[in-house]
């Protein structure tokens, strides 16, 4: 599953308790999540990436991604938190470099084809809250809403893509069927 949205949408909390759900279900299913390469850059660094360090960013989110999916077992799931192209929407959208976008998307559509990846659209219809200096506002995260509207889901139109809406009881209850 690979997980899009702008901040404060509900990524990390759809995939923990996604996760929950699965490992507590009759199916027992085994999860990995797949961490946001860039929270524990910000983290690790005190700042925010510059644009010249978003590939390689990215490449590790993509890195880690192959990896979680080759060491799954066939009837595991795999919650990439966010997917991959969403290193080259942010760094569309902060520095006006789309340089990132045509080889994201081509390696989504790899992932998505290899793990039959359900592309989950998580919408900023929740309370948008602080977190440090990885989040600018309500205003950013529209922003991103609207590039992934524009420039991602038009070109993944031959993926499963669901919107993920509500709290979080409901987008698990959305989802949950779709993987067990």
Known sequence: MLL????????TTLANGLSHALRGSECERSVTIVPEVVRDFVARSKRLPTQNEQ??????????LDEAIAASPTDGVVICDP?????????????????????????????????????VWCSPDIPWQADGIQREGPQTRARTHELIETQVVPAIASLPVVV?????????AQLLPRLT
């Open 4 to 11: 899009l949205g702008g901040e404060c949408t509900g990524k």
């Open 55 to 64: 590939e390689e960013i990215l490449r590790t989110q993509q890195r880690l």
């Open 83 to 119: 997917a991959p192209i969403m290193t080259a929407v942010y760094s569309l959208q902060y520095f006006n470099d789309d340089s990132l976008v045509a080889s994201a998307l081509a390696r989504m559509g790899s992932a998505a084809e290899r793990s039959r990846t359900l592309v």
């Open 164 to 172: 993920s809406l509500g709290a979080l009881a409901d987008r698990v």
